[in-house]
């Protein structure tokens, strides 16, 4: 295809045998003029021939003028197929687009957005939290339903600007709070990580180490104590928790029982 123009390629793009459409769509990126062709394949992203055009715009997109791209992805983020609204996404961030963070808030802001899209502009806009767009989403998501507050999860420090890790750890801290489990649960398995620039990550984690009638999630915790240990951060909060374990108070009768053989379960702990 190089050297060939757009205009020889058209009218396979619009042919009734899917095979030769589809060729032709995977091809129009390569030829002569990539920019000539991008409005044609954004016009199929509500088609079933999406997953095949709109990844060939891709390409098309690196050709045209990042003021320009705006305007053409915006329907796609609205209309088009859910694959095809990632691949817009992807692409307005990628070329950084001037309008880029306000086309993908529009899309957010949608109360018809699909919750996978939704899921996918959570993820991609970690490496962004500089942008106050960025923030505001993040947010969100992350006091938002377990679909969205796992994404801000997936986020690592070296990720994220420093200056703003500080912002991205409360973010963390915020997940671990709350009310759906299974986000609580998911958060508290990278708090960690976070420590450094959320100095009350470890006794959150001590604290859960240290409820007795914490009966769930006291090993996870456990472990994420010890990481901010080795990491030389929270020693004194794993001394307050084995305190606390080494003398249970307020039992009685069957319950101090249970209570001592929980102590025991957890200072004899490996991980401990």
């Known amino acids: 295809m190089p050297g060939v123009g757009a205009g020889r390629l058209r009218p396979y793009l619009e042919s009734g045998d899917a095979h030769l459409r589809r060729a032709a769509l995977t091809a129009a990126p390569w030829t002569s003029s990539p920019q000539d062709v991008l409005p044609d394949l954004l016009a199929l992203a509500s088609t079933d021939d999406a997953h095949v055009a709109v990844y060939a715009a891709g390409r098309a997109a690196r050709f045209v003028r990042p003021s320009t791209l705006g305007p053409l992805l915006r329907p796609v983020l609205t209309d088009g197929k859910i694959t095809a609204r990632k691949e817009?996404?992807?692409?307005?961030?990628?070329?950084?687009?001037?309008?880029?963070?306000?086309?993908?808030?529009?899309?957010?802001?949608?109360?018809?957005?699909?919750?996978?899209?939704?899921?996918?502009i959570a993820s991609a806009l970690r490496p962004h939290i500089a942008?106050?767009?960025?923030?505001?989403?993040?947010?969100?998501?992350?006091?938002?339903?377990?679909?969205?507050?796992?994404?801000?999860?997936?986020?690592?420090?070296?990720?994220?600007?420093?200056?703003?890790?500080?912002?991205y750890a409360a973010l963390v801290v915020r997940v671990a709070g709350s009310a759906d489990p299974e986000a609580a649960d998911a958060a508290l398995e990278v708090l960690d990580r976070w420590a450094r620039w959320a100095p009350e990550v470890p006794a959150l984690l001590a604290g859960l180490v240290a409820d007795l009638g914490e009966t769930r999630r006291w090993r996870d915790a456990m472990t994420g104590l010890l990481s901010c240990v080795h990491a030389e951060l929270g020693a004194d909060e794993l001394g307050d928790a084995a305190a606390a374990l080494a003398a249970p108070a307020g039992a009685a009768g069957g319950a101090e029982a249970a209570a001592s053989a929980t102590v025991r379960r957890r200072s004899g702990s490996p991980r401990w």
């Open 131 to 167: 942008d106050p767009v960025a923030r505001r989403i993040l947010g969100e998501a992350a006091q938002g339903p377990r679909d969205l507050a796992r994404q801000v999860l997936g986020g690592w420090p070296h990720e994220i600007e420093a200056r703003f890790r500080g912002d």
């Open 88 to 120: 817009a996404l992807r692409i307005l961030l990628r070329t950084r687009a001037p309008d880029a963070l306000a086309v993908v808030a529009e899309a957010w802001d949608d109360p018809g957005q699909h919750r996978d899209v939704r899921s996918a």
